[in-house]
């Protein structure tokens, strides 16, 4: 990728998670008191902020899906289903993070596009068609509704957690599709697969050209996710999982499931 594609993506990306966090923000002082002037004002000005960035990812064009998107979020349905004005201000904030969250996924997963505004005029699939083992895909399809769902209630150890599973386990199946063999010419260790650690595993897989460098965002957390459970039933993390920790992970697995997918 350009080096000045890649600066301009990871500055966009930058300011995208600032505006997540203030709607995160936002939405906290909308839940204290709904009818707060200030929470009001706070809410009008991130909104105007996130419609110009969505302005500008999406190149300016109205028809654009993210900028179809945020308008949407702005709109209540009936229920025949027809769109009307007056979404409550607290449900147009949420509606706003999961357009963000799209902006997030679709720009992690540019490759050698000429510019950031050259989104896809589709939202990114959520589908693991791409995953080998066709009793996993289901697995890991819920898994990562689990993880999405974790990130809007604010369970950022639960969203890391789920994440880091999830990119294991299809990281895993390509390694296993390419087989020990094929995986000694990269400079895989000996052993079984399943017995390589979770860095191993991506280090092996980007050697072997199965994914490219996006690992190297992973935060401390995510890389040794598995040393941190609790020993109960997972779903607990004894390091201090951030807001930003959690959104980097599924920035991570959103690359690597293009990187093992290159139709997406």
């Not at 009307?84 to 147009?92: D, F, L, M, N, Y």
Request: charged share 25%; with cysteine.
């Amino acid at each position: 990728m350009d080096e000045n594609l890649r600066a301009q993506i990871e500055t966009y990306l930058s300011h995208v998670d600032g505006l997540i966090r203030r709607g995160g923000q936002v939405r906290e002082m909308l839940a204290a008191d709904p009818s707060s002037a200030s929470a009001m004002a706070a809410t009008r000005a991130w909104q105007e902020d996130c419609g110009i960035t969505v302005n500008q990812l999406s190149g300016g064009s109205k028809a654009h899906w993210l900028a179809r998107s945020f308008s949407e979020a702005f709109l209540m349905r009936s229920g025949a289903g027809h769109a009307v004005e007056g979404a409550a201000p607290a449900e147009i904030v949420q509606r706003l993070l999961g357009v963000l969250d799209q902006a997030v996924a679709s720009l992690t997963g540019i490759d050698d596009a000429p510019s950031v505004t050259a989104f896809s005029e589709t939202p990114p699939p959520r589908r693991f068609e791409f995953v080998h083992n066709p009793d996993l895909r289901p697995i890991v399809e819920q898994a990562y509704a689990d993880s999405r769902r974790a990130l809007e209630q604010d369970d950022y150890n639960l969203a890391l957690l789920t994440s880091c599973g999830i990119l294991e386990a299809i990281v895993t199946d390509a390694l296993e599709h390419r087989g020990l063999s094929a995986l000694a010419a990269s400079g895989a260790p000996a052993g079984k697969i399943a017995d390589w650690s979770f860095e191993t595993r991506l280090a092996v897989a980007e050697r072997a050209g199965l994914i490219r460098s996006g690992r190297a965002r992973l935060p401390a957390a995510a890389r040794t996710y598995r040393d941190y459970t609790d020993g109960g039933d997972g779903s607990e993390l004894k390091a201090t999982v951030t807001d930003r920790d959690a959104r980097q992970a599924g920035q991570v697995l959103h690359v690597v499931m293009r990187d093992l997918d290159p139709g997406r």
